[in-house]
């Protein structure tokens, strides 16, 4: 019996000394190493925060003295490894401690920011917590109440440690943004909430007496006033009295350090002392207290392991929630998910003696900060809720607005009141768009809704009408060919999404240069082009406005950067909504090209109602060509000398059966003026070539033929008829007496004129090139702007009212000159 029972006490005093070496040889110099990494951390924030002489030679010293520790470190810890997890432990720290030159390279160099260089020193001040841990592990009853408390004191060093780095680097400007304030608030509960729960009794009597004056302090006060000022403040600004924390935390951080060193030292003392207590009874203990020793023995230890076993999992179950719940919980909400608040609190039994009342308490205070942080998710929801009704409401007195605009617009005439309304309809349009970001950026869809689908090109020159600089965009059309329509569901969508990428490409390039719009069919859809010729965007830029593009986030401020795009973050919400791709891309001028890839799904194709009805009317104008001439044709004077010039025929020559006209003179058959190759001849609008009549053949004038449209080709033999009946027209006319009264009748197809029609001889050359142009580009824009169609409608309906008027031959001729002559200026 007492063969065993000295043999328990030998191992037990062996295993004493094993511990208390592990402590002195790795415990004591990973706690340097960790402490020398914490200054590091502060003053590399510090110097990051505000380059000068005094932050970098701060630095230089504190480098010197953790590579010294690190020296120490490697030098001794390998003695007190012992076991496989130690081992793994060490391991870990040492991969870390290798990259620290690199690290500190990056640092200098400026390739890493402080929150990449503030990741490192926590993680690797982590790794060297872990192995303190380790290394203090007991299986003393007597002692594991104080490395409890000691691993504890580390624990509440490091969150205070990582306020104080936090803290440092944003006081040098004087502000701290929201995520900032965010991890501030983190440690501060965690270190709080391990303060509280810290038991100074199971410490060693000096460094509890310490411990006790340190809190006491007016340094300690001052540190947990500002604490309590940063975390409440809601605004970036810090408070006046973070002044004073480089001072109070100074002092504060390096007492608890020390505290830490001495406290780990004292176990490891202990154990070392109770090691050789041990040896000290095996020589002078009596067989009675041996055997008494072996009696207790039992029990004791089997109380000592269950109470140790259950404060090392009610130490697990602090740093998972302090550690991974809390967090977890907070990126969640976050993210706008909806969570239950119950699955990241600790369930379980729970005894009824003081450690699960301790156990209690701290459940407590977990339901309580989680309840907290759920109810002031909500109410941000609520917020954000109010707001889009806010904005939903404006948005329908816009729509009235706009309603009530295009009403006015309806009623009016005057082209002066319609200039003001037309810039007022275009303010609110722009309004409109502008409101609808806002409910955008606030997670809701847009209100504005399409059923029927909506030609590509009505898109795109809707997308123009959005924007405030729109004259100096142009826009291309599809090639001739099927019509391409967008469907009605995401018509709104892909406008506004158009829309802010235009109003970038005119706000970002100069005022002289154009903005192009084009569309492109391609095999996975159809593909949008903006592109503008300004200045472009750095890569690094484009870069980053490429992957907000395609991988929108929520919206937050230090997500989109300190200059935040707005318009981009948009783009990325309207295009995700419809799985369209959006990239910027270099243009070949140097500015910047957006390419919106709209899928097939959205797509639809069908033939082009307006290219039916212009061949349909084409044919009908070529069948009607062949019918004799229902009016006859007006007189114009010939320029002298001029080649080609003419005079149509009189109203003698007009064939027999018409009105006012004289029978056996031939005629030419008349060709549509649609297909007459009018090249070098002036184009005459209103009244100026209705042909004259008498009043009788007036009075009995057929009714005027439907206006038929333009066909797409062109008849080539159709100016050769053409001329031969000006010549024809023009040689009887030469007999008419000129002062014969003539009067006006309609004629079937309406004339038409184009600018210039009236300019000397020596500027129709010019007009007639001007002209050409203008066909060119239309061919290469694949038809007319949204301007020159709307010149062309004005000119065909005051045609139409010009030539309802019948007036004498003197008074129509003046008044068509002078009225040609008006039009071709303007």
Excluded: C
């Amino acid at each position: 019996m007492w063969g065993y029972t000295a043999t328990g006490l030998v191992d037990e005093q062996i295993e004493l000394r094993d511990e208390a070496e592990r402590i002195t040889s790795a415990g004591q110099p990973a706690h340097d190493v960790l402490s020398r990494l914490q200054d590091e951390r502060r003053l590399t924030a510090a110097w990051q925060a505000a380059r000068t002489s005094a932050a970098r030679a701060a630095l230089d010293s504190a480098r010197s003295r953790t590579d010294i520790a690190v020296e120490e470190f490697r030098r001794t810890s390998p003695a007190g490894l012992d076991t496989t997890p130690l081992k793994n432990r060490a391991g870990e720290l040492n991969k870390a401690l290798d990259t620290l030159s690199e690290r500190r390279t990056a640092i200098d160099d400026r390739t890493i920011g402080g929150d990449d260089a503030f990741a490192y020193f926590t993680d690797t001040v982590a790794d060297a917590t872990e192995l303190i841990t380790a290394t203090t592990r007991t299986d003393d009853g007597s002692a594991a109440h104080a490395v409890a408390a000691t691993v504890s004191l580390v624990h509440l060093t490091e969150m205070l440690s990582r306020e104080d780095a936090t803290l440092t680097g944003a006081l040098p400007s004087g502000r701290v943004d929201d995520a900032a304030r965010a991890r501030f608030g983190q440690y501060l509960a965690v270190q709080r909430a391990v303060g509280a729960h810290l038991s100074t009794g199971d410490l060693p009597t000096s460094q509890a007496a310490a411990y006790a004056r340190l809190t006491d302090s007016a340094r300690w006060t001052s540190l947990a006033s500002i604490e309590d000022a940063v975390a409440g403040n809601r605004g970036t600004q810090l408070p006046k009295s973070a002044a004073a924390w480089p001072e109070a935390a100074d002092t504060v951080v390096d007492g608890l350090q020390k505290l830490n060193s001495d406290s780990l030292a004292h176990v490891a003392g202990t154990g070392t002392e109770q090691a050789d207590d041990l040896v000290l009874g095996l020589v002078l203990g009596s067989l009675g207290t041996l055997a008494g020793l072996a009696i207790a023995a039992i029990p004791a230890w089997r109380v000592r392991r269950s109470v140790i076993d259950r404060l090392a999992r009610l130490h697990e179950k602090t740093e998972d929630l302090a550690g991974t719940r809390l967090p977890e919980l907070l990126s969640r909400l976050e993210r706008g998910e909806r969570v239950d608040t119950a699955e990241f609190l600790p369930h379980g039994p729970r005894a009824a003696d003081e450690l699960g009342r301790l156990e209690a308490a701290i459940e407590q205070m977990a339901r309580v900060a989680v309840e907290t942080v759920a109810h002031q998710s909500l109410g941000r929801e609520g917020t954000e809720k109010v707001f889009a009704q806010l904005i939903r409401r404006t948005q329908i007195l816009i729509h009235r607005l706009i309603s009530l605009l295009d009403d006015l617009e309806r009623k009016h005439e005057d082209s002066d009141l319609l200039k003001d309304i037309f810039k007022v309809d275009h303010l609110a349009t722009r309004v409109r768009r502008h409101s609808e970001n806002l409910v955008i950026l606030g997670g809701s869809p847009p209100t504005r809704r399409m059923t029927a689908p909506v030609s590509i090109t009505d898109v795109m020159r809707s997308a123009v009408a959005e924007t405030e600089q729109y004259t100096r965009v142009k826009v291309k059309n599809l090639a001739p060919g099927r019509q391409v329509s967008l469907a009605g569901r995401a018509v709104a969508d892909v406008t506004h999404l158009l829309a802010e990428l235009i109003e970038n490409g005119t706000s970002f390039s100069p005022p002289d240069t154009q903005v192009f719009v084009s569309a492109t069919k391609v095999a996975r859809g159809l593909a949008l082009h903006v592109e503008d010729h300004g200045l472009g965007m750095p890569e690094e830029h484009r870069a980053r406005a490429n992957h907000l593009l395609a991988h929108p986030p929520k919206l937050d401020m230090m997500t989109l950067g300190e200059d935040p795009r707005l318009g981009h973050f948009v783009v990325a919400r309207l295009a995700e909504r419809h799985r369209i791709k959006v990239e910027l891309r270099e243009s070949v001028y140097g500015g910047t090209m957006a390419i919106v890839l709209v899928p097939t799904a959205l797509l639809e194709e069908h033939d082009s109602p307006v290219l039916q009805q212009l061949k349909t009317a084409a044919s009908a104008v070529e069948r009607s060509s062949f019918a004799p001439p229902a009016v006859e044709p007006a007189t114009f004077p010939s320029t002298a000398g001029e080649p080609g010039a003419f005079e149509p025929a009189a109203a003698e020559t007009a064939p027999a059966g018409m009105a006012g006209g004289a029978t056996g003179t031939p005629q030419p058959q008349p060709q549509s003026p649609l297909r007459i190759d009018q090249h070098g001849y002036p184009e005459y609008g209103g009244a100026g070539l209705l042909p004259p009549t008498s009043a009788h053949s007036a009075a009995q004038s057929p009714m005027p033929t439907p206006w038929s449209p333009p066909q797409e080709h062109p008849d080539p033999e159709a100016g050769q008829s053409l001329a031969a009946a000006y010549e024809e027209s023009g040689a009887a006319g030469d007999e008419r007496a000129p002062d014969q009264p003539r009067t006006l009748t309609t004629p079937r197809i309406l004339p038409q004129r184009t600018k210039g029609a009236s300019l000397a001889q020596q500027l129709r050359k010019e007009a007639a090139q001007a002209q050409a142009e203008e066909r060119d580009d239309e061919e290469e824009t694949g038809g007319l702007s949204p301007g020159e169609s709307a010149r062309t409608m004005m000119a065909i309906q005051q045609g139409m009212k010009r030539a309802r008027i019948t007036e004498t031959d003197k008074s129509a001729g003046a008044d068509g000159q002078a009225d040609s002559y008006d039009r071709g200026a303007n």
